[in-house]
Protein backbone atom coordinates (compact mmCIF):
# COMPACT_ATOMS: atom_id res chain seq x y z
CA UNK A 1 0.00 0.00 0.00
CA UNK A 2 1.22 3.88 -1.15
CA UNK A 3 1.76 6.30 0.84
CA UNK A 4 -1.59 8.31 -0.26
CA UNK A 5 -3.49 5.57 0.31
CA UNK A 6 -2.22 4.82 4.10
CA UNK A 7 -2.22 8.74 4.63
CA UNK A 8 -5.62 8.34 3.30
CA UNK A 9 -6.50 5.40 5.63
CA UNK A 10 -5.39 7.48 9.03
CA UNK A 11 -7.06 10.27 7.79
CA UNK A 12 -10.69 8.13 7.98
CA UNK A 13 -9.80 6.60 10.83
CA UNK A 14 -8.93 9.33 13.19
CA UNK A 15 -11.84 11.34 11.64
CA UNK A 16 -13.64 8.37 13.39
CA UNK A 17 -11.84 8.05 16.94
CA UNK A 18 -12.02 11.37 17.46
CA UNK A 19 -15.84 12.41 16.47
CA UNK A 20 -14.81 15.74 16.34
CA UNK A 21 -16.83 17.95 13.55
CA UNK A 22 -14.87 18.80 11.08
CA UNK A 23 -12.76 21.57 10.76
CA UNK A 24 -12.65 21.74 14.49
CA UNK A 25 -9.35 20.28 16.51
CA UNK A 26 -8.42 18.21 14.12
CA UNK A 27 -5.02 16.44 15.41
CA UNK A 28 -3.07 15.35 11.48
CA UNK A 29 -3.74 19.21 10.44
CA UNK A 30 -2.66 20.77 13.59
CA UNK A 31 0.11 18.88 13.58
CA UNK A 32 0.76 19.53 9.75
CA UNK A 33 0.47 23.06 10.41
CA UNK A 34 3.26 23.01 13.46
CA UNK A 35 5.45 21.13 10.74
CA UNK A 36 5.35 23.88 8.26
CA UNK A 37 6.06 26.64 10.63
CA UNK A 38 8.85 24.59 12.09
CA UNK A 39 10.95 23.32 9.24
CA UNK A 40 9.00 25.78 6.12
CA UNK A 41 7.91 21.97 4.97
CA UNK A 42 4.57 22.17 3.41
CA UNK A 43 4.60 19.03 2.33
CA UNK A 44 2.41 17.96 4.72
CA UNK A 45 -0.27 19.91 4.04
CA UNK A 46 -0.54 19.87 0.65
CA UNK A 47 -1.17 16.47 1.02
CA UNK A 48 -3.50 17.24 3.27
CA UNK A 49 -5.25 19.59 0.99
CA UNK A 50 -4.86 17.83 -2.06
CA UNK A 51 -5.65 14.10 -0.91
CA UNK A 52 -8.25 15.23 2.19
CA UNK A 53 -11.37 16.10 1.28
CA UNK A 54 -12.13 17.43 4.49
CA UNK A 55 -11.29 19.91 7.76
CA UNK A 56 -8.03 21.29 5.38
CA UNK A 57 -10.33 22.46 2.72
CA UNK A 58 -12.26 24.81 4.82
CA UNK A 59 -11.48 28.76 4.44
CA UNK A 60 -9.59 29.09 7.32
CA UNK A 61 -6.86 26.15 6.61
CA UNK A 62 -6.57 27.30 2.83
CA UNK A 63 -5.57 31.35 3.93
CA UNK A 64 -3.00 29.85 6.15
CA UNK A 65 -1.93 27.44 3.31
CA UNK A 66 -2.05 30.42 1.11
CA UNK A 67 0.14 32.75 3.86
CA UNK A 68 2.74 29.88 4.04
CA UNK A 69 3.04 29.21 0.20
CA UNK A 70 3.24 33.28 -0.22
CA UNK A 71 5.98 33.52 1.72
CA UNK A 72 7.40 30.41 -0.32
CA UNK A 73 6.54 32.11 -3.77
CA UNK A 74 7.76 35.80 -2.54
CA UNK A 75 11.19 34.01 -1.92
CA UNK A 76 11.87 32.37 -5.06
CA UNK A 77 10.34 35.72 -6.94
CA UNK A 78 13.28 37.64 -5.25
CA UNK A 79 15.87 35.13 -5.74
CA UNK A 80 14.94 35.06 -9.06
CA UNK A 81 14.17 38.44 -9.52
CA UNK A 82 10.98 38.36 -11.32
CA UNK A 83 9.74 41.87 -10.76
CA UNK A 84 12.24 45.07 -9.71
CA UNK A 85 11.62 45.82 -5.61
CA UNK A 86 13.76 49.12 -6.37
CA UNK A 87 11.26 51.95 -5.30
CA UNK A 88 8.00 51.75 -2.42
CA UNK A 89 5.71 51.70 -5.62
CA UNK A 90 7.59 48.76 -6.79
CA UNK A 91 7.42 46.70 -3.89
CA UNK A 92 3.83 47.48 -3.44
CA UNK A 93 3.18 46.08 -6.80
CA UNK A 94 5.82 43.04 -6.80
CA UNK A 95 3.43 41.78 -3.38
CA UNK A 96 0.47 41.82 -5.61
CA UNK A 97 2.27 39.88 -8.14
CA UNK A 98 3.88 37.52 -5.75
CA UNK A 99 0.04 36.68 -4.02
CA UNK A 100 -1.36 36.30 -7.29
CA UNK A 101 0.62 33.63 -8.83
CA UNK A 102 0.62 31.66 -5.06
CA UNK A 103 -3.37 32.23 -5.19
CA UNK A 104 -2.95 31.15 -9.21
CA UNK A 105 -0.72 28.38 -8.57
CA UNK A 106 -2.10 27.08 -5.24
CA UNK A 107 -6.25 26.68 -6.91
CA UNK A 108 -4.55 25.18 -10.13
CA UNK A 109 -2.22 22.39 -8.42
CA UNK A 110 -5.50 21.47 -6.18
CA UNK A 111 -7.97 21.51 -8.50
CA UNK A 112 -6.62 22.16 -11.92
CA UNK A 113 -7.95 18.54 -13.52
CA UNK A 114 -9.20 19.06 -16.92
CA UNK A 115 -13.07 19.03 -16.50
CA UNK A 116 -13.85 17.27 -19.83
CA UNK A 117 -11.74 14.14 -18.86
CA UNK A 118 -11.49 14.90 -14.82
CA UNK A 119 -7.54 14.37 -14.56
CA UNK A 120 -7.43 11.35 -16.26
CA UNK A 121 -5.99 12.27 -19.53
CA UNK A 122 -7.73 9.56 -21.90
CA UNK A 123 -11.24 10.02 -23.22
CA UNK A 124 -13.15 5.99 -24.53
CA UNK A 125 -9.10 4.90 -24.42
CA UNK A 126 -8.83 8.16 -26.78
CA UNK A 127 -6.61 11.11 -25.82
CA UNK A 128 -8.58 13.81 -24.40
CA UNK A 129 -9.05 16.42 -27.23
CA UNK A 130 -9.85 19.46 -24.36
CA UNK A 131 -5.81 18.52 -22.54
CA UNK A 132 -4.45 16.98 -25.27
CA UNK A 133 -3.65 14.08 -22.59
CA UNK A 134 -2.24 16.11 -20.04
CA UNK A 135 -4.54 15.79 -17.76
CA UNK A 136 -4.38 19.00 -16.53
CA UNK A 137 -6.81 22.16 -17.36
CA UNK A 138 -4.97 25.03 -18.91
CA UNK A 139 -3.74 27.78 -16.75
CA UNK A 140 -6.12 30.67 -16.83
CA UNK A 141 -4.70 34.09 -17.05
CA UNK A 142 -3.89 36.33 -19.73
CA UNK A 143 -0.64 38.03 -19.05
CA UNK A 144 1.81 35.11 -20.31
CA UNK A 145 4.19 36.48 -17.96
CA UNK A 146 1.77 35.83 -14.92
CA UNK A 147 1.09 32.47 -16.63
CA UNK A 148 4.77 31.01 -17.13
CA UNK A 149 5.24 31.94 -13.02
CA UNK A 150 2.08 29.77 -12.45
CA UNK A 151 3.25 27.08 -14.48
CA UNK A 152 6.94 27.34 -12.54
CA UNK A 153 5.18 27.33 -9.20
CA UNK A 154 3.05 24.80 -9.96
CA UNK A 155 5.73 22.67 -10.89
CA UNK A 156 7.28 23.70 -7.33
CA UNK A 157 4.10 22.12 -5.43
CA UNK A 158 4.10 18.94 -7.54
CA UNK A 159 7.87 18.70 -6.25
CA UNK A 160 7.52 19.58 -2.55
CA UNK A 161 4.42 17.02 -2.62
CA UNK A 162 6.76 14.24 -4.46
CA UNK A 163 9.30 14.68 -2.31
CA UNK A 164 7.11 14.71 1.09
CA UNK A 165 5.59 11.29 -0.58
CA UNK A 166 9.08 10.04 -1.23
CA UNK A 167 10.35 10.60 1.97
CA UNK A 168 6.97 9.33 3.80
CA UNK A 169 7.04 5.94 1.69
CA UNK A 170 10.63 5.46 3.05
CA UNK A 171 10.07 5.96 6.33
CA UNK A 172 6.98 3.44 6.12
CA UNK A 173 9.49 0.76 4.65
CA UNK A 174 11.59 1.26 7.31
CA UNK A 175 14.75 2.77 5.17
ZN1 LIG B 1 -8.65 16.29 -20.47
Known sequence: ??????????????????????????????????AADRSGDLGPLLHRVKYA???MRDAGSLRQLLRLWTAEVTRRGRAHKWVPENT????????????????????HWIEGSCRQCGGT??????????CKGRGEAPIDHPGGFVRERVKDMVSEL??????????????LKGK
Open 53 to 55: DDP
Open 88 to 107: AWNTQAAHKFYLLVAELSLA
Open 121 to 130: GTIEARPCSD
Open 1 to 34: MGFIDRYIRALGASTLEHGAPPGRTDPLLAAAFA
Open 158 to 171: HGIAGRHAARANAR
